[in-house]
Structure formats: C-alpha cells, structure tokens
C-alpha cells in the first residue's frame, strides 16, 4: 500500500517511539493518522498496519473495533459531533442534537446522501464549562446555540461551494 | 488561549503562564523560571526529590486523590528494568475540562514535570497519552517536544549532566475506559483498553510490564512549582492533608461557568457564587456534582460550610475527584440526570467484568423506563439495590463511577423518582425535554 509522504513520516517516527520489541504500540497512533488522510480504516490499511508493526491482520482488526474514533466505513467531510453528556444537556446540547439532526435529516452516525455532513451523538468532549460544545472534525466549537449552528454549516458550505 | 475570564478568587500556580503571549512557547517559559526546577532537580539526589514532593502533600488531580510523594516512591529503586512515565492525558470524565488548558497553554510545564518525575526513579522515556479528540494539543505538544530537544531539555546529556530523557505523544482513539491507569497502559500497548489486575500497580508493572510513574496531566504540572518554590511553600496554599491549588471546572446552571484555579480547601458557597457567578436566570441551586460524573450528588443543604477538598468531601461522602462541578438549578429533573449519566455508563464500559457490563447496562434500561413514566414504586429500590450490587466487583473503578452518583440520586431525591411514577409525565418537561432519539432508544 502506498502512503503519503506525510503518513510515512509520521510511521517511521512511530515505530521508534517504543521500546524494542514494542512496536505493537504503533497501531492506534497509525490507524488514526492513516485514518484522517483516508477517510476510514480500508481492509489494505489494517493489513499495511499489521505487517509494520508485526501483528496479523486480526489483531488490528480486534483493537480498532474497540474504539469508538476507528471506523471503517467513510464518514462526511464534515463529521458534526454533539455532545448532550451532563454539562451539555443542562446548557441545551440535547436540543441543539435535535436541530442538527433535523436540519441535516440525519440521525446519529449517519451520513448525508451527498456525503459532505455526518452527524454523531458524542460522549464528553472536555469543553464542559463552555457548554453546550461540539466538535466537527477536530475543531472545537463552544457556547454552541442552534442559529449559531446554522451558520457554522451554511459557512462550510459555501466556503466549498465549486 | 483562555475561553473565559478569569477570576480574582484565583491562586494562579499552575496557571502563571495563561494569557501571556506565546505562552505554549519555550522562549516565553525560559522567560518565565521554565526549567529552574528542572535544573534544581538535577542536583538533587532521587528521594531528595520525592521527599519535596511529599512534603508538598500533592495528591494525584485525576479523580483518585492519591499521594503523589507515596506513589513515587512505590517504584522499585533496585529493579534492572527501564523505568517509565506515562501522563494521563485522556481528559474524559464528564464536567472535566482543564488538562486540555495546561497543555494548549503551557507544554513545557508539563515536559518539566515529567522530567522531575524521571529523575526521581531514574527513568529515561515518557510517554503522553492524549485522548483522540484532542487531536489539536499533539500538534502543540509536539512543537514544545522539539524545541525542548533543540534547547537540550530532552535528549542526552541534558545541561551538561549525564542524565538522558526522551519524550513521546500517543493518541488515544475515544474510550472513556482509557482514562483508567491500567486500561490506558494495555492502549498504550496497542490493544484493547480493557483494565488489568492489581497488584501489580503501575508503579511496579506498569508500561511495557516495568515500573512506570503514571499521573494525570494536572498532577505533573505541579511539579516544577513545588520544586522551584519548595514543597511546603506549596503545601501552605491548600489544606493539611492535601496542598495545593486545584484547577476546578464549573459548568452547568452558572453565570459565570469556566475553569478556575482555586486553592484546596475553597469554600463551596463562594466558589458557586462568586467565581461561578451564582446560578443563572436568579434560579435556586438544586444539586451539584463536585468533581466529575461518577461523584455522588450533593443537594443545596449540603453546600452550607463545605469546602472543595478531599477529605471535607470524603466525610459528606463524595469526592473532589478531577475537579469538573457541575452545577444544576431547581428546574433540573434529577431522575434525567441519572438517566443521561447512565447511558454514558452503559455506553462506555469496556464489557470486561460483568456486573459493571451488565449493571450500566440494566440500570439505564430502568432509569429510561422510569423518565418515561412507565417505572414502578419497586423500581426505586431496585435501581438502587442493582447500583450497590456493582460496588467493588470489577477491575476498575468505572463499576464504582457508574454505581455510586446513581444511589445518590436515588437517596437524596426520592421524591422525583416518585414524581415520575403511575404514568405521571415529568414534571420538569417541557422545559427539561429529552432529545426525541433518546427516549425512543
């Protein structure tokens, strides 16, 4: 499997992070960065991955089904995470939820038919004294109100429109 | 960068840095004692240091409360094997939100406290563990990484000695079980977080089966403070049995919600109603969580002389674990609140020991049937009969975390769960309305 230069630095570099004979450490920290340049954990990457770091196939596959970031099947280009855990929901995150999900007609761990939103439902995101918060993507997002939602959508939107 | 203001209530040690410009940088930490500590430390023999740290009565800022000082010192001075230290930076109990701060702020604070740590039992690779979603803070602590090798703060020979450190990021990729010492090493590890018996404690078999000094984020960054002023300097600003400053995250029903670092031993009262502002809307304080979703609740009355330390909390049967206080108003319907903690129980149990698999399991089940008007008076006991029954049986403590904010709610606000009951819709809905999905999952 060919990677990019990027992902292959970040590889090396992994692999010898760990002490010797530990570099089954690697295989979140590259499912993950592999991860966001692909899209989604492709069968091709569990085997790259297994065969770097001298695991089988399986053994990937056992990990990554535990976490709840590691997905193999493509998400949006923009995956609208919201919180409704405790500080969230006291502030409306269960609310700004509904928005969302009527607004871009989805529902949790969906994806939009034109494949530019997903939306999901998230546990505790660490923004709780700036609630309600959310991620999409990796941006953090605080002090999130419905119309606020709105135009941060509407924004990525038109900042890709062709 | 700071996402509220701050407070004049505030002790700021761990916080010095804040607001400066370039704070996450090195020249601004160099400028500002970065690394004197680091320097001091040097020269000092290994339980030299462990002695400061232990006359600064620092206890362990992740949620356990554990004396730091006695920790370090469990590592086994004579084993032949490389020693590690591991730093939980999977921030992820729920309410809590504030090693995120100290990374995005000040890296170096916490590079140096790890250096402190490796000196004190000679151990020469770190490893900091960053949970997934903060995927932003590993690109910031991998910049300070690399202009503290260029500046010979990690590396070999480092200021001229013969000591040698090497410093890594490793992400997490979303498990709340993670957060948890042993369940965060098998990840480490590349495999599934599921926890690990004990003993062995980390501290004797921890990363790559050697003796590890693993603490949260919080408790690093204390540290360089305690070695540059001195411990007891540092034990001086909290309370006899726990020193320190506390960064405290308030969230919830406040005007004034954000992180604040606050000495231990603050008053509750004051820090609702003065740093936090008081409960917004001019509503009445109901209950609040001191420190994170697996703390048992505290009712209104219970605030009246309480002070956010370990031990106060310990004695009205609660805990200042991670510091997240949530804070909820009198329109708060408690029986949802105990139903959202559950289903985020349920959700994040790794499935290892079954009571804690099957109990979250159960008792969200319950809780949801409950909020929908369908529980039965036998329910309320049984919900609090199966969250005891999980006490103590598992691995780990999210067993524990699950089990006892649930029999708070259940004992100290009996009176919802009735209100809820023979078909009765709650009453705090319209208002408090649970998202459509949830009530029909």
């Not at chain 1, 535990?66 to 099947?73: A, N, P, R």
């Not at chain 2, 604070?109 to 039992?121: D, H, K, P, T």
């Not at chain 2, 948890?180 to 990840?187: G, K, N, T």
């Amino acid at each position: 499997m060919t990677l990019s230069p990027h992902l292959e630095a970040k590889f090396a570099k992994l692999l010898t992070s760990y002490p010797p004979g530990r570099q089954r450490s690697a295989m979140i920290p590259m499912l993950m960065f592999a991860q966001d340049e692909l899209g989604q954990v492709t069968q091709e990457l569990v085997e790259e991955v297994a065969r770097r770091i001298g695991c089988t196939p399986l053994q990937v596959e056992e990990v990554l089904t535990y976490y709840s970031m590691l997905h193999k099947k493509p998400l949006g280009k923009y995956h609208v995470q919201i919180c409704t855990n405790i500080s969230c929901m006291l502030t409306g995150g269960a609310e700004l939820w509904e928005h969302a999900s009527g607004k871009l007609r989805i529902g949790h761990r969906e994806v939009a038919a034109d494949g530019f939103f997903s939306l999901e439902e998230v546990e505790c995101i660490g923004a709780c004294s700036w609630a309600p918060a959310i991620q999409v993507n990796y941006d953090f997002h605080h002090h999130v109100t419905p119309e606020k939602l709105d135009r941060l959508l509407a924004g990525l939107r038109s900042a890709n429109a062709v | 960068m700071l996402y509220n203001e701050p407070s004049p209530h505030e002790v700021k040690v761990l916080t010095r840095r804040f607001g400066l410009a370039d704070s996450a940088s090195i020249k601004t930490y160099l400028k500002t004692d970065g690394y004197v500590a680091f320097e001091k430390a040097l020269k000092m023999k290994p339980e030299e240091i462990i002695e400061e740290v232990k006359v600064s009565n620092l206890r362990g800022r992740g949620g356990a409360g554990f004396p730091t000082g006695l920790k370090w010192s469990f590592v086994p001075k004579t084993s032949p094997k490389p020693k590690y230290i591991v730093v939980n930076a999977d921030e992820s109990e729920p309410g809590t939100c504030k090693d995120r701060l100290l990374i995005e702020n000040d890296p170096h604070q916490l590079i140096e406290g790890m250096l402190i740590a490796a000196l004190s039992v000679d151990a020469h690779a770190g490893y900091i563990y960053i949970r997934g979603e903060y995927r932003y803070l590993i690109d910031i602590m991998d910049k300070a990484i690399a202009e503290a090798y260029e500046h010979g703060y990690l590396g070999r020979n480092l200021l001229g000695s013969a000591f040698h450190f090497d410093a890594f990021t490793h992400t997490g990729a979303g498990a709340y079980e993670c957060g948890e010492e042993s369940a965060l090493l098998e990840s480490l590890e590349g495999k599934r977080g599921v926890p690990r018996i004990r003993p062995p404690f980390p501290a004797v078999v921890g990363a790559f089966q050697s003796p590890t000094i693993l603490n949260n984020v919080e408790t690093f960054c204390a540290a360089p403070a305690i070695l540059r002023d001195g411990g007891a300097a540092f034990a001086a600003l909290g309370v006899p049995k726990a020193g320190g400053t506390k960064l405290t995250c308030l969230s919830g029903h406040l005007n004034k919600p954000g992180v604040y670092e606050l000495p231990l031993g603050f008053p509750v009262k004051k820090m609702i109603e003065e740093v936090g502002g008081g409960i917004r809307n001019g509503k009445k304080l109901k209950a609040f969580v001191p420190g994170g979703s697996s703390c048992p609740v505290l009712t209104a009355a219970e605030c009246e002389g309480l002070t956010m330390d370990y031990d106060a909390l310990a004695k009205v049967k609660s805990m200042l674990g991670s510091g997240g206080v949530v804070v909820m108003d009198e329109d708060t319907c408690i029986v949802k609140v105990a139903l959202r903690v559950m289903r985020f129980y349920a959700h994040e149990s790794c499935g290892w020991c079954i009571p804690c698999r099957e109990g979250t399991a159960w008792l969200r089940k319950l809780l949801q049937r409950f909020h929908d008007g369908h529980g039965q008076r036998s329910d309320i006991v049984l919900i609090g009969d199966l969250a005891k029954n999980m006490l103590g049986r598992t691995f780990c403590p999210l067993g524990d975390a699950a089990a006892m904010p649930t029999i708070s709610f259940v004992e100290k606000f009996r009176d919802e769960f009735e209100a809820h009951l023979d078909g009765r819709p709650c009453p705090y809905e319209p208002a408090n309305r649970l998202a459509a999905h949830l009530v029909a999952q």
